[in-house]
């Protein structure tokens, strides 16, 4: 089965999205020419040229790609080849409107942007079958080929008629018969019993609330009907060229994705990237997001996309400062990326994009921008050999879940203030602060191998991860779980209790009276015991009663909740019935790992300063504008961005990063 590595060969990729079709063909040598100067290896070629392709239906312009792609070779400069299906051509629309995606309310997507197909169509899938074909066969022996790039972000959600049939069919082979469906769905409410499978609709707009397990499973349906759909292309290509590695860029945290899906299918995991520049805690972002790509992988992945500066699509689009980009594209090198890339190459002068930044800014070659993708790329030239490959070792795991996800975000839930990824970034920004390196994990995997498990919202679970959970406590790991956990089964029921009985036991909880959730500028008091200071919990709290035995390490001071627990802890398990102000779930992170004998990557950094370990390398990381000075491992290390031999000490400025590899005699 190929890999990245049989693309990067001891090196790292980069490059970015190039799209020549937009520019007259005289550009183009100049496109190489920088190219060559800002170390670029790799490009994508052909995300959005559809009708460029296929101008007509059935009729195809390669000429245009052929000498792109012999031009890339020329200049030793591989290419990921991508199938262009994401952005059909107007003729399909205007000749086939079954093709158009249908809205909840019946309405017409129409063509005049891009992901504006239904993926249940059939005419759709002939024509992308069809061109994905030829473009396989037509390119299949081209020496400049690295890597197959299946459509892009695929993101695309349909309600209409042939939606509809796809759906009976998946929910055939899901529920088998009406009666399962019924009992599933719960259809006794609101007399909502179906009694022949035509009578099932996506859920289309609806007098009122719809039934959230309908809804669940149609979230389901989407995100397998689009797999359908890649793995279609995939097969194709795979056919074509069996020892090129196949990808296809994901949205981080899209909802209608379910990536760890996904990525079993995937040779080469990639993810588009955009932390917002005036977030203070982009860089936590960053790398939330590259320990999530990294373990969907299970190694080394793809950074598909970045922006070099500004994107277009945030009400106000910032730049990024001087040497943020740079920061940023190390630390997904040190978080396992394999490849760093960007949309776009050269930034577009037309069309719904072109205020969004490239590595070749509207200033040109000149400009602070274009320096900055050629510091890059010769410092990424140096790394290759050294981290190429290379693991990142996790003693932490934070579990995160796709059917959760969407289950949790049902209408006429107990708040709608509750956002399941900005509490799963909170936790992961409390292990950071902390300086642990993480992995994310499904609630199924095998967790054997993490001294502490970390849980920060799951509110569905099904049977079996729960008994994973309550093994991996019985063996010895520690489990830290946060609130409106283990609430539902697999199909979105409520548990007997409102939170499981297996978890009940394992948390030391003998009853969960109520949910308590916090309006949005309210907070509630925790006061600690046993050392534990007192904290504000944010958007939750819960009326629970300890069992026996169950230690409360924080109690609710004051309200109706005065007395109760916040904090539980039962043997190596514990149950935090709250949101922790951040400062305060850093700390109370760090204090539980601690126990479970997990270190930070290096004691005593300094604020803002973040060290990962990347197979031999040393990577440290300064998030902040201000001089810092850090203490090092004891030995000599050789800095692999400068050459420089440096022990002792290292001094960091304005978003200085440093990869140190230990000479002889180095801790």
Same mark, same amino acid.
């Given at each position: 089965?190929?890999?990245?590595?049989?693309?990067?060969?001891?090196?790292?990729?980069?490059?970015?999205?190039?799209?020549?079709?937009?520019?007259p063909e005289?550009?183009?040598?100049?496109?190489v020419?920088?190219?060559?100067?800002?170390?670029?290896n790799?490009?994508?070629?052909?995300?959005?040229?559809?009708?460029?392709?296929?101008?007509?239906?059935?009729?195809?312009?390669?000429?245009?790609?052929?000498r792109?792609?012999?031009?890339?070779?020329?200049?030793?400069?591989?290419?990921?080849?991508a199938?262009?299906?994401?952005?059909?051509?107007?003729?399909?629309?205007?000749?086939h409107?079954?093709?158009?995606p249908?809205?909840?309310?019946?309405?017409?997507?129409?063509?005049?942007?891009?992901?504006?197909?239904?993926?249940?169509?059939?005419?759709?899938?002939?024509?992308?079958?069809?061109?994905?074909?030829?473009?396989?066969?037509?390119? #299949?022996?081209?020496?400049?080929l690295?890597?197959?790039?299946i459509?892009n972000?695929?993101?695309?959600?349909?309600?209409?008629d042939?939606? #509809?049939?796809?759906?009976?069919?998946?929910?055939v082979?899901?529920?088998?018969?009406?009666?399962?469906?019924?009992?599933?769905?719960?259809?006794?409410?609101w007399?909502?019993?179906?009694?022949?499978?035509?009578?099932?609709?996506?859920?289309?707009?609806a007098?009122?609330?719809h039934?959230p397990?309908?809804?669940?499973?149609?979230?389901?349906?989407?995100?397998?009907?689009?797999?359908?759909?890649?793995?279609?292309?995939?097969?194709?290509?795979a056919?074509?060229?069996?020892?090129?590695?196949v990808?296809?860029?994901?949205?981080?945290?899209?909802?209608g994705?379910? #990536?760890?899906?996904? #990525?079993?299918?995937?040779?080469?995991?990639?993810?588009?990237?955009?932390p917002?520049?005036?977030?203070p805690?982009?860089?936590?972002?960053?790398?939330?997001?590259?320990?999530?790509?990294?373990?969907?992988?299970?190694?080394?992945?793809?950074?598909?996309e970045?922006?070099?500066?500004?994107?277009?699509?945030?009400?106000?689009?910032?730049p990024?400062?001087?040497?943020?980009?740079?920061?940023?594209?190390?630390?997904?090198?040190?978080?396992?990326?394999?490849?760093?890339?960007?949309?776009?190459?050269?930034?577009?002068?037309?069309g719904?994009?072109?205020?969004?930044?490239?590595?070749?800014?509207?200033?040109?070659?000149?400009?602070?921008?274009?320096?900055?993708?050629?510091?890059?790329g010769?410092?990424?030239?140096?790394?290759?050999?050294?981290?190429?490959?290379?693991?990142?070792a996790?003693?932490?795991?934070?579990?995160?879940?796709?059917?959760a996800?969407?289950?949790?975000?049902?209408?006429?839930r107990p708040?709608?203030?509750?956002?399941?990824?900005?509490?799963?970034?909170a936790?992961?920004r409390?292990?950071?602060?902390?300086?642990?390196?993480?992995?994310?994990?499904?609630?199924?995997?095998? *967790?054997?191998?993490?001294?502490?498990?970390?849980?920060?919202?799951?509110h569905?679970?099904?049977?079996?991860a729960?008994?994973?959970?309550?093994?991996?406590?019985?063996?010895?790991?520690?489990?830290?779980c946060?609130?409106?956990?283990?609430?539902?089964?697999?199909?979105?029921?409520?548990?007997?209790?409102?939170?499981?009985a297996?978890?009940?036991?394992l948390?030391?909880?003998r009853?969960?009276?109520?949910?308590?959730?916090?309006?949005?500028?309210?907070?509630?008091?925790?006061?600690?015991?046993?050392g534990?200071e007192?904290?504000?919990?944010?958007?939750?709290?819960?009326?629970?009663?300890?069992?026996?035995?169950?230690?409360t390490?924080?109690?609710?001071?004051?309200?109706?909740l005065?007395? *109760?627990?916040?904090?539980?802890?039962?043997?190596?398990?514990?149950?935090?019935?709250?949101?922790?102000?951040?400062?305060?779930?850093?700390?109370?992170?760090?204090?539980i790992?601690?126990?479970?004998?997990?270190?930070?990557?290096?004691?005593?950094?300094?604020?803002?300063?973040?060290?990962?370990?990347?197979?031999?390398v040393?990577f440290?990381?300064?998030?902040?504008?201000?001089p810092?000075?850090?203490?090092?491992?004891?030995?000599?290390?050789?800095?692999?961005?400068?050459?420089a031999?440096?022990?002792?000490?290292?001094?960091?400025?304005?978003?200085?990063?440093?990869?140190?590899?230990?000479?002889?005699?180095?801790?």
């Amino acid at each position: 089965m190929p890999s990245l590595h049989d693309a990067t060969a001891g090196r790292i990729l980069f490059g970015g999205d190039y799209n020549p079709e937009q520019w007259p063909e005289e550009v183009w040598a100049e496109d190489v020419r920088l190219m060559r100067e800002a170390g670029v290896n790799t490009v994508t070629v052909g995300v959005f040229s559809w009708a460029r392709i296929e101008p007509r239906p059935g009729i195809r312009d390669f000429g245009w790609l052929d000498r792109v792609m012999d031009l890339m070779h020329g200049a030793g400069i591989g290419v990921v080849l991508a199938t262009p299906t994401s952005s059909p051509p107007p003729w399909m629309g205007a000749l086939h409107p079954q093709t158009l995606p249908r809205a909840e309310d019946g309405s017409v997507v129409w063509y005049g942007s891009r992901q504006h197909f239904c993926a249940s169509s059939p005419v759709y899938r002939r024509y992308a079958a069809a061109l994905t074909e030829d473009l396989a066969a037509r390119y #299949a022996d081209h020496p400049a080929l690295t890597v197959w790039h299946i459509n892009n972000e695929y993101c695309t959600s349909c309600y209409c008629d042939e939606t #509809a049939a796809h759906f009976r069919r998946w929910l055939v082979e899901r529920h088998t018969t009406l009666d399962a469906l019924n009992e599933a769905w719960g259809t006794a409410f609101w007399s909502q019993g179906y009694a022949d499978w035509e009578e099932i609709l996506p859920p289309r707009k609806a007098q009122y609330l719809h039934n959230p397990a309908q809804v669940l499973d149609f979230r389901r349906f989407t995100s397998d009907a689009l797999l359908e759909c890649y793995r279609a292309e995939r097969d194709i290509v795979a056919r074509h060229t069996p020892g090129v590695p196949v990808t296809t860029n994901f949205m981080p945290l899209w909802s209608g994705q379910d #990536a760890w899906a996904w #990525a079993e299918h995937e040779d080469i995991v990639s993810v588009d990237v955009y932390p917002d520049p005036q977030d203070p805690w982009g860089g936590q972002y960053n790398a939330m997001l590259g320990d999530m790509t990294r373990s969907q992988a299970g190694g080394p992945w793809m950074l598909m996309e970045q922006a070099a500066g500004a994107v277009n699509w945030r009400p106000v689009n910032r730049p990024k400062p001087a040497g943020l980009n740079r920061l940023w594209s190390l630390q997904s090198v040190a978080r396992g990326a394999d490849a760093v890339c960007y949309f776009q190459w050269r930034q577009s002068r037309q069309g719904a994009e072109k205020f969004h930044s490239a590595m070749v800014p509207h200033a040109g070659e000149h400009s602070r921008g274009f320096r900055e993708i050629a510091r890059i790329g010769a410092e990424l030239a140096e790394l290759g050999e050294a981290v190429e490959g290379a693991p990142v070792a996790a003693g932490v795991a934070v579990l995160h879940d796709w059917d959760a996800w969407w289950a949790s975000g049902q209408a006429g839930r107990p708040s709608t203030l509750v956002d399941y990824p900005e509490v799963v970034r909170a936790w992961h920004r409390g292990l950071w602060e902390n300086g642990v390196t993480t992995a994310f994990a499904r609630p199924e995997d095998d *967790l054997s191998g993490y001294r502490v498990v970390v849980v920060p919202q799951l509110h569905l679970l099904t049977d079996a991860a729960i008994d994973n959970l309550v093994a991996y406590a019985a063996g010895g790991g520690t489990l830290v779980c946060g609130f409106f956990t283990g609430v539902a089964d697999r199909e979105n029921r409520i548990r007997p209790g409102g939170m499981d009985a297996r978890l009940r036991a394992l948390f030391g909880i003998r009853a969960v009276h109520e949910w308590w959730p916090l309006d949005a500028d309210a907070t509630v008091e925790c006061g600690g015991t046993g050392g534990t200071e007192a904290f504000e919990g944010l958007l939750w709290s819960e009326e629970l009663e300890a069992e026996d035995g169950a230690e409360t390490v924080a109690a609710y001071r004051g309200g109706e909740l005065d007395g *109760l627990p916040a904090v539980l802890r039962n043997g190596t398990a514990w149950y935090v019935s709250t949101l922790p102000e951040p400062a305060s779930l850093a700390a109370l992170l760090a204090r539980i790992t601690a126990g479970a004998g997990v270190r930070p990557v290096l004691e005593g950094l300094p604020a803002g300063v973040e060290a990962v370990r990347r197979g031999p390398v040393l990577f440290l990381l300064h998030h902040g504008t201000g001089p810092v000075s850090v203490e090092l491992p004891a030995g000599d290390h050789l800095d692999l961005l400068t050459g420089a031999k440096t022990s002792g000490r290292v001094e960091l400025g304005r978003y200085g990063v440093v990869a140190l590899r230990p000479l002889d005699g180095a801790a």
